[in-house]
């Protein structure tokens, strides 16, 4: 005859301690992974309004810069008055300033490139200021609307991953 060990046996205390702990475990790491979540969307959204919503609010306003320098030019032309000048100069010099600020890029360094060719030290356009202007605010159109679509791709993905959280956070909470 073999013996058998026999099976040890839990008293129905302990299963239920067993299940009240593991429905506490199952609570605890899905509000963590909540509080992750939640974490990485302020972080994420935090990027989105530091980074490409200030790029498109420059290039926005570069774009009303070039349009009152090119407004200013023509004053002058017809009235040729010093206060126009003034003005456009003045203009140039916060243009170039947001120029500056405008970061690295492909387009960034070709507007800084032409702005430094069709500008002279003195703040004088060295060529026609139409065709420059005209040029440039399409560069600067072109850079604030892919800043709105990488916006809005990033907020799309946001959206998608909050979602994502809660549908997990619901299904953690059925659970426990």
Request: proline content about 2%; charged content about 25%; glycine content about 6%.
């Amino acid at each position: 005859m073999s013996r058998t060990k026999p099976l040890i046996r839990f008293p129905i205390a302990y299963k239920l301690l067993f299940w009240c702990f593991s429905l506490i475990l199952i609570f605890y790491l899905t509000t963590a992974y909540l509080l992750d979540e939640m974490r990485q969307v302020v972080a994420t959204s935090g990027a989105i309004v530091t980074v490409n919503h200030r790029a498109a609010d420059r290039a926005e306003r570069m774009i009303q810069q070039l349009l009152s320098a090119l407004e200013f030019t023509k004053r002058y032309q017809i009235l040729e008055n010093p206060h126009d000048r003034n003005s456009y100069r003045q203009v140039l010099l916060e243009y170039g300033q947001g120029l500056e600020a405008l970061g690295e890029g492909e387009q960034a360094d070709a507007l800084k490139e032409g702005f430094a060719l069709a500008v002279s030290g003195a703040g004088e356009w060295a060529g026609e200021p139409d065709e420059s202007i005209t040029r440039w605010v399409g560069v600067l159109a072109a850079i604030r609307d892919e800043n709105r679509s990488r916006m809005r791709s990033e907020l799309e993905a946001l959206t998608t991953r909050s979602e994502a959280a809660a549908n997990i956070g619901l299904a953690g909470m059925v659970v426990s």
